[in-house]
């Protein structure tokens, strides 16, 4: 039975075509400006202050109030009414009762900065960190609000910031995906958090799931190399021949880089994901038992060794879309899930610096929104949405340590000095990494598209 060539292109090298590389894998929609290879290595707009990005987010909304951004009075006025503009994700005037955080508040480091009892490990590295206070974004829905926050846009799915990246920079090591996620699961909003939507389908994130193996296929199944390497001189010929008659064909030429770099991957994926190496200081200082393969101490360590490795942009979630920080009911969450990624995060911003990676590498973290600083009933134990003020920081990679940028009100309900929108924190991430982000583009169903769409503005008091 005569075979198509996707069906021989997926059983190639007994199954490395089958990958989990989705982005990689996919069919590429168009191609770039260097057609012979989509991936290769540019130069930013200017120089750049960061080579690389690792973008924490934890899924469902962390409370400002409770974590980074100290709030006296709201602690002061504890069960007195105010006038709420917005509830339920419905505009109007609601009278509320306002609700202390439920963790004490302390300086830390030289710069004194208020972090709660939530986070003591990160607030033993806080002179590195850069919060941002003053975070507002257009919508408190969860698949929206987490839209935005990857793609900048809450209604249609758009490039993720990880897929603009390297569609604007490309790799240095062609043996690994220059856009990688690794996440238990999912957020709000799926894949589309990292997808690359109508940019070239090599740029899109490749998901990578914590566990014995969290890259399944990648390991050659023929009997030996001399084998495998007969057969991707065959595939080559296969592909040069489709290709010579199909002029300037870019998708063709897009797919023909992803095979390579799922070729290159089963030599160097393997090594990237073998913490038998790490010391034990190391593995204690991420919180990391030996042996382990999930939880958010290894998707730690492995993204500091995947950015050794020159992969361009790394995602960490910390949970997907259930049992996450959506504290509706009881806040009281927060301290489970702020104990799984308080001392990782600490020790990676730690293991960088004393690497002399965190100079080079942008670590931000961001959740969706915030949540409200009162509520409906007075002492309730949980809090509601709230896009309207939340927090994000920055550490690393150009940005100033120790310092914290903007304010919110005097309960923490409104955005009000030194704002950032998602947008402007997405201006200012490609900024970083030496993109000015009106000036990448993509020309897509007649209109040039960007990350920030029409808006966003470098948030320059924080550059260092």
Same mark, same amino acid.
């Given at each position: 039975?005569?075979?198509?060539?996707?069906?021989?292109?997926?059983?190639?090298?007994?199954?490395?075509?089958?990958?989990?590389?989705?982005?990689?894998?996919?069919?590429?929609?168009?191609?770039?400006?260097?057609?012979?290879?989509?991936?290769?290595?540019?130069?930013?707009?200017?120089?750049?202050?960061?080579?690389?990005?690792?973008?924490? $987010?934890?899924? @469902?909304?962390?409370? &400002?109030?409770?974590?980074?951004?100290?709030? %006296?009075?709201?602690?002061?006025? &504890?069960?007195?009414?105010?006038?709420?503009?917005?509830?339920?994700?419905?505009?109007?005037?609601?009278?509320?009762?306002?609700?202390?955080?439920?963790?004490?508040?302390?300086?830390?480091?030289?710069?004194?900065?208020?972090?709660?009892?939530?986070?003591?490990?990160?607030?033993?590295?806080?002179?590195?960190?850069?919060?941002?206070?003053?975070?507002?974004?257009?919508?408190?829905?969860?698949?929206?609000?987490?839209?935005?926050? &990857?793609? @900048?846009?809450?209604? $249609?799915?758009?490039?993720?910031?990880?897929?603009?990246? /390297?569609?604007?920079?490309?790799?240095?090591?062609?043996?690994?995906?220059? $856009?990688?996620?690794?996440?238990?699961?999912?957020?709000?909003?799926?894949?589309?958090?990292?997808?690359?939507?109508?940019? %070239?389908?090599?740029?899109?994130?490749?998901?990578?799931?914590?566990?014995?193996? %969290?890259?399944?296929?990648?390991?050659?199944?023929?009997?030996?190399?001399?084998?495998?390497?007969?057969?991707?001189?065959?595939?080559?010929?296969?592909?040069? !021949?489709?290709?010579?008659?199909?002029?300037?064909?870019?998708?063709?030429?897009?797919?023909?880089?992803?095979?390579?770099?799922?070729?290159?991957?089963?030599?160097?994926?393997?090594?990237?994901?073998?913490?038998?190496?790490?010391?034990?200081?190391?593995?204690?200082?991420? @919180?990391?038992?030996?042996?382990?393969?999930?939880?958010?101490?290894?998707?730690?360590?492995?993204?500091?060794?995947?950015?050794?490795?020159?992969?361009?942009?790394?995602?960490?979630?910390?949970?997907? /879309?259930?049992?996450?920080?959506?504290? &509706?009911?009881?806040?009281?969450?927060?301290?489970?899930?702020? !104990?799984?990624?308080?001392?990782?995060?600490?020790?990676?911003?730690?293991?960088?610096?004393?690497?002399?990676?965190?100079?080079?590498?942008?670590?931000?973290? +961001?959740?969706?929104?915030?949540? +409200?600083? $009162?509520?409906?009933?007075?002492?309730?134990?949980?809090?509601?949405?709230?896009?309207?003020?939340?927090?994000?920081?920055?550490?690393?990679?150009?940005?100033?340590?120790?310092?914290?940028?903007?304010? /919110?009100?005097?309960?923490?309900?409104?955005?009000?000095?030194?704002?950032?929108?998602?947008?402007?924190?997405?201006?200012?991430?490609?900024?970083?990494?030496?993109?000015?982000?009106?000036?990448?583009?993509?020309?897509?169903?007649?209109?040039?598209?960007?990350?920030?769409?029409?808006?966003?503005?470098?948030?320059?008091?924080?550059?260092?």
């Amino acid at each position: 039975m005569r075979s198509s060539r996707r069906e021989f292109l997926h059983r190639a090298s007994g199954g490395f075509g089958a990958v989990a590389l989705a982005g990689l894998l996919a069919e590429a929609q168009a191609a770039e400006a260097n057609p012979a290879d989509p991936l290769a290595a540019r130069k930013g707009h200017f120089p750049a202050k960061a080579d690389r990005v690792i973008f924490i $987010f934890s899924t @469902g909304g962390v409370s &400002h109030v409770d974590t980074f951004d100290h709030k %006296p009075k709201l602690i002061a006025d &504890h069960g007195k009414s105010v006038t709420a503009s917005r509830w339920l994700n419905k505009p109007g005037k609601f009278e509320r009762f306002l609700i202390k955080p439920r963790w004490a508040f302390k300086p830390y480091g030289k710069s004194g900065l208020m972090v709660s009892d939530l986070f003591p490990s990160l607030g033993g590295v806080i002179d590195d960190v850069c919060l941002l206070n003053a975070m507002h974004c257009d919508s408190d829905g969860h698949d929206k609000a987490t839209l935005a926050a &990857h793609a @900048g846009s809450p209604q $249609f799915a758009r490039p993720s910031i990880g897929a603009w990246a /390297s569609y604007g920079l490309g790799t240095v090591n062609k043996n690994l995906p220059s $856009f990688m996620v690794l996440a238990p699961a999912a957020p709000y909003a799926g894949a589309q958090t990292w997808g690359s939507d109508f940019l %070239p389908g090599c740029h899109q994130g490749t998901h990578v799931v914590p566990g014995k193996d %969290p890259l399944p296929n990648v390991l050659p199944r023929v009997p030996g190399p001399e084998l495998q390497q007969m057969e991707l001189e065959l595939l080559g010929k296969l592909n040069r !021949k489709h290709l010579d008659e199909r002029a300037a064909d870019r998708a063709l030429d897009a797919r023909i880089r992803s095979f390579e770099t799922a070729f290159g991957m089963q030599r160097e994926a393997p090594e990237a994901f073998d913490l038998t190496k790490e010391t034990d200081e190391t593995l204690k200082l991420y @919180g990391v038992d030996r042996g382990a393969t999930t939880g958010f101490g290894w998707q730690c360590l492995v993204a500091r060794r995947l950015a050794e490795r020159g992969v361009r942009f790394l995602e960490l979630i910390d949970v997907g /879309s259930s049992n996450n920080w959506d504290s &509706h009911g009881n806040m009281a969450d927060h301290e489970r899930l702020a !104990k799984a990624i308080d001392r990782p995060i600490a020790g990676l911003l730690a293991d960088l610096k004393r690497r002399g990676m965190l100079d080079r590498t942008l670590v931000v973290w +961001t959740t969706e929104f915030g949540r +409200t600083p $009162f509520h409906q009933q007075a002492g309730h134990a949980g809090r509601e949405h709230h896009n309207l003020c939340f927090t994000s920081w920055l550490a690393g990679g150009g940005a100033k340590g120790g310092v914290a940028h903007g304010t /919110s009100d005097e309960y923490g309900i409104l955005a009000a000095e030194g704002k950032v929108h998602t947008h402007d924190l997405h201006a200012t991430i490609l900024h970083l990494l030496g993109i000015d982000h009106e000036r990448l583009t993509y020309r897509h169903a007649g209109r040039d598209y960007r990350l920030t769409d029409v808006a966003g503005e470098v948030v320059k008091p924080i550059l260092a």
